[in-house]
């Protein structure tokens, strides 16, 4: 990479030694890039492939954890005699997701790569372990909040770090690369959570035991690329390109910008809003009078006033917005946020229910169903590699995200038309895959136009905007899947069973698995076509949903991808606007 070499103090650090050379007017870089940008210059292959190695090794155990714990979370809600509660756990994890990605990638820009993913890991560890203690569904779910911090924070902790050390033309391709673990993982995952199903102890399945094998192989593996960033920050500190105040996290004024610059009443309001407005949607039917009960009113319209103080406290109050204002001008940036939301909202609706749809209305065992339903992710991942690959190539995304998308679309209208139980499995199958190539590509492409649009020092922020996006779709088309599944199915289970009385077809509303087990011959033939029109009428609201992203996709500037960090144009936009979404002022 070709850097300016004329030497200006740090601006914004008053108190440290001259350090990262950087042309006149530039930004402050926080201490995270800071160390980052420092090391990339002295970067050897050596220890290029020991970081690569040890994010490789971790996704390994998130990949291989994702499958275990998607396999087991629909027999885990059984257990607790909550299925339709699997969509408030999805939404929980969405909000978490939406509210955390923000301020972890802060605290990366602030503390270092190293420490705020040696954090991450300690919440994904530590959710794990109240997830093997916990006895009720409430519980769970609580637990959850703490494992999806985790969660998010390692991935996207990951998702910087290649951002940071990869070029933009090699960036699509890298970030796909890592993803390669989940094709092992979708056939090593299903077989592993079957097991622990099965294994019965004093009546009762040892699933537990699957989060206790998590953690010990995620402490393990998280080692190498802990020791190589750190390592990397050392080395750069010895050879005089980053020098830190040994104690300028303990004053008052360091904690007290910090909190400003993380926006975390921002934050508080967005998450409370967003948690008031999805809960309900997913958890009426557990109040008396549904919808219409007073506090299922009251949460939703404390929602709505609360999404109304976040927009004036962003605008007015914030000194850091969540969502900065130059992000917001930029059209590039906000067709691929939107579409990002988009596609996560589409896919989250057909999805969230999938695997207990394929359990029911299909002969197969645990394991098998999720085969099914992870062929959507071999599709996704191999054409995400794939299509780095043809962007390194073509130095072009905006092309590749419209054909993902006509993809997309055409795997999701296939779908509709072979779900039954009497279309032949190879069918689904099929569909599932090219959806998953439609959205691998696209959702890999809008990802690398967004990064490409803004400068190095908004990279982290601006990669955690995109997720925190996502994540919000994710959300709500997970908690827009658990109304319709909650209320439709039991509609047409009650119509297509009518001789069974209201708390049987509740209980198999509550537990999928109590399908297969009380009803056989023509009732359970008529259960699964229940199920099959229900599943049906998802499909056909996510492939709706998946048209007007061609307008958002087409609102994106076409950024040629260079062989730098970020292009040429966003760094100088940056220096001309001053700001990067920090005050800079650390340590003062």
Known sequence: MQRDSTQVDLVGYPDHEKAVPRPSGEIAAQNGVKALDAAYKLLTRTEFAIIYVGIFLVIFVYSLDTNTYGTLLPFITSSFQQ?????????????????????????ADVFGRAETFAFAVLCYIVGLIIMCAVDTFGEFAAATVLYTIGTSGVYTLLQIVIADTSSLANRGFFSSLIDLPFILNIWIGPPIARHFLEKQVDGKSQWRWAFGMVIILLFCCAQPIFIGLKWLERKASRNGLVVKKKNEYLTW???????????????????????????????????????????????????????????????????????????????????????????????????????????????????????????????????????????????????????????????????????????????MISAQTVIGIGQGITTCATQVGVQA???????????????????????????????????????????????LPEANITALVGDHTKVRIWLDGDQLSRARHAYTYTSKTLNIISCCLLVPIFGTIGMMRNITLTDDVTTKEAEEAAITEGSVGTSADYGR
């Open 453 to 499: 649009a803004v400068a190095h020092q908004d990279l982290g922020t601006m990669t955690a905007v995109y997720l925190t996006v996502t994540s919000v779709g994710y959300s709500i088309g997970a908690s827009i899947a658990g109304a319709i599944w909650k209320e439709l199915l039991h509609d047409q289970l009650v119509e297509a069973l009518p001789e």
């Open 83 to 107: 299925h339709s509660g699997l969509s408030l756990l999805m939404a929980v994890s969405g909000v978490v997701n939406s509210v955390c990605k923000m301020p972890l990638a802060k605290l």
């Open 253 to 427: 004024s360091f904690w007290k910008n910090l909190v400003l610059d993380v926006d975390l009443l921002g934050l508080l309001l967005f998450g409370g809003s967003l948690f008031l407005i999805i809960f309900p949607t997913n958890w009426y039917r557990n109040y008396p009078k549904e919808w219409k009960d007073g506090r299922i009113i009251a949460m939703l319209v404390m929602g709505g006033v609360g999404f109304v103080i976040f927009f004036l406290q962003q605008r007015l109050l914030s000194r850091v917005p969540i969502f900065p204002a130059r992000f917001l001008k930029d059209r590039t940036v906000i067709g691929g946020l939107l579409t990002g939301c988009l596609i996560f909202v589409s896919y989250y609706i057909y999805s969230s229910f999938l695997t207990s749809y394929i359990y029911v209305s299909r002969d197969l065992t645990v394991d098998q169903s999720q085969w099914v339903f992870n062929s959507w992710n071999v599709g996704s991942v191999l054409s995400s590699i794939l299509i780095g690959l043809a962007m390194k190539r073509t130095r072009s995304y905006k092309l590749w995200a419209l054909i993902g998308l006509a993809i997309n679309i055409i795997g999701s209208g296939v779908m509709i038309n072979v779900k039954g139980p009497e279309n032949p499995l190879a069918e």
